[in-house]
């Protein structure tokens, strides 16, 4: 079943986004489903998971970018790592934390975009900053706080089951 | 699913960190090493694009003809019915009518062009905000290959920078990332054309003594890139010209509506015969924007 999941992910993620999601642009830009993605898996599931599954997300990403082919790979890898790591050490993580979490690691991900980009495109740095940087990180922070708080309630349902009379809860710990 | 002792694991984490170390210390080598990986997995993510675009066109057709047209249809039930089938109709017939002609145009525009080509269908959109791209549904086996140009009857699209199996990333000529050779037709004064961070064109490298202006057309020059001479590629909207440079230089509207792409024609091989009829292209009536 997770192994179903991931491959929608994998498969499914950038296929969306190169279509229908042009639908929910606003001013031209759109969230990056791959990245909250990233986030989110390795922030519930691991820092493995998070990591090797934003690597596989990035690489077919770059397939369909006009970028080079490792940018996304490496990004898309970084940050569910990074996921991962936010998951293991915070403790009580509320969606508002979520949204803190992914609004900077959307920021540090467009960084390297603009220092990759930026000697040969943009020039104006604070144009790209204003144009792209941050309403992306706006998009994806907003995405990624509203997919945690659906997440994390899911999660918590299931945990209250086990943790019912049989004390079961611990296994998912 | 990533179950494995914990020596493994560590294994596992330092190859992949010593392969993201060679991709950034061997970008060239890794490029290529990445699109042979890249090839049998393109393929699967390509099918799935072209199912949601086609998905996506027939949606923004029944919205177009359907629901966009309920509104006007509020005085007597029976009429609305009435009129929201034969507007139902109507709307896919005028789609279809639509379609037919921009096919025949490009049908037409592939006639009078001597060099190669090979038409083909936006299916999509790049897939990061950062660069100015769509995804067309040619590739290798269609002979499409990166640096060959992209076109509409309208004027120039922008150029291949990737290609997968049976799809193809094409760079728009918007995109701050794209350089063209341009060619000022009125003066003949060459200059490079370049896209801007605000979306639009920009012809730089003008000579200072040129006497281009506003509304002068901006051609192809043929010289380098996939493009032969005489292709459009937009109107001249504003001079910079700054005391003490050594060029003048001057933004571009371009002639393709770039926010609209439907169908485009690659040209695979410009150079057979670069003597493109540049005058007929600029009868032809450019492509419709909508508001």
């Known amino acids: 079943m997770k192994r179903l999941l991931y491959l929608t992910l994998v498969f499914g993620l950038v296929p969306i986004q190169t279509t229908v999601l042009s639908h929910v642009s606003v001013g031209g830009i759109r969230p990056d489903l791959c990245l909250v993605a990233a986030i989110l898996v390795g922030f519930f599931t691991g820092v493995r998971e998070g990591f090797l599954l934003g690597l596989a997300m990035g690489f077919v990403q770059d397939l369909f970018s006009a970028g080079v082919l490792w940018l996304n790979l490496v990004t898309k890898g970084s940050v569910g790592f990074l996921g991962g790591v936010a998951g293991r050490y915070v403790a009580n993580a509320t969606t508002l934390t979520a ?22 495109g943009f020039r104006d740095a604070s144009f790209a900053v204003r144009a792209v940087l941050l309403p992306q990180a706006m998009w994806d922070a907003a995405l990624g706080a509203g997919l945690y708080w659906l997440l994390a309630k899911r999660v918590r349902r299931q945990r209250a089951i086990l943790e019912g009379p049989t004390g079961l809860g611990s296994l998912i710990r | 699913m990533f179950r494995s002792t914990s020596g493994t694991r560590r294994v596992t984490l330092v190859l992949v960190a010593l392969l993201l170390s060679a991709l950034l210390v061997l970008p060239t080598q890794s490029q290529r090493l990445l699109q042979h990986i890249g090839v049998p997995l393109a393929p699967i993510v390509t099918l799935p694009i072209e199912a949601l675009a086609a998905l996506d066109r027939s949606l923004r057709d029944m919205w177009e003809g359907y629901v966009a047209l309920h509104e006007v249809h509020e005085e007597n ?13 109507n709307g896919r017939l005028q789609e279809a009518a639509s379609a037919s002609q921009r096919l025949t145009a490009l049908l037409e525009f592939k006639g009078r062009a001597r ?26 086996v269609d002979g499409v290959r990166v640096e060959m140009g992209v076109i509409t009857p309208a004027g120039v699209v922008g150029r291949v920078v990737k290609t997968t199996r049976s799809a193809s990333m094409v760079l728009l000529v918007t995109d701050p990332n794209n350089a063209i050779t341009g060619l000022i037709q009125r003066t003949r004064d060459e200059g490079i054309v370049e896209g801007t961070a605000q979306g639009l064109a920009r012809v730089k490298y003008l000579p200072l003594l040129s006497t281009v202006r506003a509304g002068d057309r901006v051609v192809t020059s043929g010289l380098t890139g996939g493009f032969p001479r005489g292709l459009p590629i ?12 050594l060029f003048q230089s001057g933004d571009i ?4 509506d770039l926010t609209r792409l439907e169908e485009v024609v690659i040209i695979t091989a410009p150079r057979e015969e670069a003597d493109w009829d540049a005058a007929s292209l600029q009868t032809q009536p450019p492509q419709q924007r909508k508001p």
């Not at chain 1, 979490?101 to 040969?120: C, D, K, Q, R």
Request: charge should be negative.
């Open chain 2, 253 to 256: 509207v371009p002639d393709a």
């Open chain 2, 234 to 245: 937009g109107v001249i909207t504003s001079i910079d010209k700054m005391e003490g440079d």
């Open chain 1, 99 to 120: 949204l803190a979490g992914i609004l900077g690691l959307s920021l540090m991900s467009g960084t390297v975009f603009l220092l990759t980009v930026g000697p040969a």
């Open chain 2, 115 to 140: 060099s190669q080509t090979v038409a083909a269908q936006v299916i999509g959109r790049e897939t990061t905000n950062w660069y100015r791209a769509v995804v067309v549904n040619k590739g290798d």
């Open chain 2, 77 to 89: 039930l029976r009429l609305r019915r009435e009129i929201e089938l034969l507007q139902h109709q």
